[in-house]
């Protein structure tokens, strides 16, 4: 439920390019779909159900972006997902999510500092505070490559399980290379993280590499967006952990425990293809494909996602 779908990435990138002076600027969108989930899970608290379900999925976000003094650029943004499931009202889930990002242009260097804030619902519950600030510089190397390092911090807070409150240093470099006039972007990047939780249990460090590729292109004076995307994770823990400590879910069972360190690996890929119906209105079809292999048995899992949305925007 953190925001660290495939995507945003891509979207930070794109914001701190380098842009002329401009005015103000506001904008928003709703969507709604439908999702297939083919093991329901729950990521933060290391359990999937083994059960299948389809949802209905709807949103709406909001954007404003403008330049307060020349070269400056504050931006801000709102988010909102919610998801009902046909079968398992116990996964139902709210998500509120709220950034700002604030960035200074220096020729061909950008400076600048973002905070996000989520907020999510579990079954109409109080589940999840999560916050992530970054300091970062982004330079652009020619017309074709930009580059950005990133410092993060991070803090979670869940309302049902303090164990697994924690705070979170990290880094993460990305290179976006494009292509074709620009309709064309590969992304390259590395994450790092170094987890303090409130249970030394669910201490850990993580190492990540992940790339995607966006095309745009038309067919039939339609627009067109296909993205291809790729993210392995590496995550090591300090201590061996078990599931009973977090009797959240009564619907997963007893918990059990590992007798050694905890070791996860993750490998996400995805594939979507958007098509612009309108000049405001866009569909978009996106399969997920996700194998969680740990050391600990109830966090052994995979899973596959598929969805159908349907997007205006204003």
Known sequence: MQPTNVGPFVACALL???????AATLGGHVETGIEYDSNL????????????????????????????????????TYDFTSRRYQSYESFDQDIHLASVDLSYQIDSVTLGASHYYAYATLASRSFLDYN??????GKRMDDDVYVMASLLSKRKSFDQSEARDARTRGVSLDGFFFYNQSRTLFVLGLDGDDENASSDAYDYRMVAGRSRLKHRFSVSG?????????????????????????PVF??????????????????????SWAVGLTDWLTTKAKLERIDYRSTLDSADYDKTVASLTLRADF
């Open 250 to 271: 009564p619907v997963f069972g007893p918990g059990v425990t590992s007798s050694e360190p905890r070791s996860d690996r993750i490998v996400t890929a995805d594939v």
């Open 132 to 137: 992530r600030s970054s300091l970062y510089v």
């Open 41 to 76: 899970t729950v990521n933060e608290l290391d359990q999937a159900s083994g059960k299948s379900d389809q949802a209905l999925v709807v949103g709406a976000g909001a954007e404003a972006s403008g330049q307060p003094l020349e070269n400056l650029t504050l931006t801000g």
């Open 222 to 246: 339609h627009d067109n967006t296909l993205q291809l995307g790729v993210r392995y994770e590496a995550r090591d823990y300090d201590e061996p952990v078990s599931s009973a400590e977090d």
């Open 16 to 22: 701190v390019l380098p842009v002329a002076t401009q």
